[in-house]
C-alpha cells in the first residue's frame, strides 16, 4: 500500500473557506494544491502562514496559477496534480455584487462548476470532488427549516447560480458514476470573512468606533434572518462530506436562526453600547429582492456525518468583534463586556 500523502486541490483557496479549508487538511497530512488566480495585488493574506520550508519534509502547500474562467488551465493543473480529492470554492460570492455583475458572478459560479466537473471526467482522474453550495439557493423559502428536501427559490444571480452548479454536480454524479457531491452550507463566519459581508461590516465597525476612528455604521435592511455559524467548522463539514462512503447532498448549519439586528445589537452589546446611537439606515444597501429567513436542518450530517456546530451564535459575535479589536491595536479584555 502506498505511503504516499494524500492530494487535495482547492479553488478559491485564499478565501475564507480556502484557507481554512487549506489548514485543516494540511494538519491530516494532505499535501494541498490551490488554484490561484492572476490579479495586480497579493491575495494570499489567508495563507501566508501555512507555507514553510519544502526541506523541512511533511505537507506541502503548492499554488498553482489557473482560473475557474479557464478551461486549459484547470486541465493542466488537474493533470499536474492528479488530486483525490477537489473541493470547488471559488466563486464571485457577494451577492450583493451579483445584482451589479450577473454574467461575471454567473460565469464563475455556474460555469466554472461546469469546466470543472468537465475537466475531471476528461481527465478520468477519478478523484472526489465537492462543489460549495449555498443557503441562498433556498432564497423564498417553500419550507421552514430548510433540509435537502426543500426546493430551491433563488432570489438573485449568485443564488440562481449556484443552483445550476448544484444540480449540475448531481448530474455528472447520475450520469457518469463520478464522486460528486453537494454541501448546502448556511451563512458561516470567521475574522477571516471580507469586510463587505455585513457580519465583518459590522463588527469592524464597532472596533473603529471604539477606536475613535468611526462615527457611524450605515447598513440596509435589517430583519432578514440567518443561520450563522462559524467556519472553521463549516470547513471540516466540506472534508467529511469526501470522506462518506457515497456521493451525497448535505445541509451544513446551527438550526438557530437570527436577524441581522440581532447581529447588530450583540456586537455593540459586547463592548457596553447601544446600537442605535451609531447605526442608520441608507437605502442604497437595500438589494433589489431580500431573502426573508433562512434556517437549516442539520439533522442528516449530524446521524450521517457526526458533524455537529459547537460554536453558537453570541459567541461567534463576540469572537469576530475580539478578532477587530486587536486589529485596531485593542485589548478585548479591556473592552468586552461579559456576555
Known sequence: MSNEPRRALITGITGQDGSYLAELLLAKGYDVHGLLRRSSTFSTDRI???????????????????????????????????????????????????FEMPEFTTDTVAIGNLRILEAIREAGIGCRFYQAGSS???????????????????????????VFAHHMTVHYREAYG??????????????????????????????????????KLFLGTMHAR???????????????ILQH????????ATGETHSVAEWVEAAFRSVGAEWREFVEHDPRYDRPAEVDLLLGDPSKARKVL???????????????VAADLKAEGLNPEGVMRDA
Open 48 to 98: 501566508e502562514h501555512l507555507y514553510h520550508d519544502p526541506h523541512e519534509g511533511g505537507p506541502q502547500l503548492t499554488l498553482h496559477h489557473g482560473d475557474v474562467l479557464d478551461t486549459s488551465s484547470l486541465v493542466r493543473v488537474l493533470a499536474k496534480v492528479q488530486p483525490h480529492e477537489v473541493y470547488n470554492l471559488a466563486a464571485q460570492s457577494h451577492v450583493a455584487v451579483s
Open 136 to 162: 441562498e439557493m433556498f432564497g423564498k423559502v417553500a419550507e421552514t427549516p430548510q433540509s435537502e428536501r426543500t426546493p430551491f427559490h433563488p432570489r438573485s444571480p449568485y443564488a440562481v447560480a449556484k
Open 178 to 215: 463520478l464522486f460528486c457531491a453537494n454541501g448546502i452550507l448556511f451563512n458561516h463566519e470567521s475574522p477571516r470573512r471580507g469586510e463587505t459581508f455585513v457580519t465583518r461590516k459590522v463588527t469592524r465597525a464597532v472596533a473603529r468606533i471604539v477606536a475613535g476612528k468611526q462615527e
Open 226 to 240: 440567518r443561520d450563522w455559524g462559524f467556519a472553521p467548522e463549516y470547513v471540516e463539514a466540506m472534508w467529511r
Open 245 to 252: 462512503d457515497e456521493p451525497d447532498d448535505f445541509v451544513i
Open 306 to 320: 457526526g458533524w455537529e456546530p459547537k460554536v453558537r451564535f453570541d459567541d461567534l459575535v463576540r469572537i469576530l
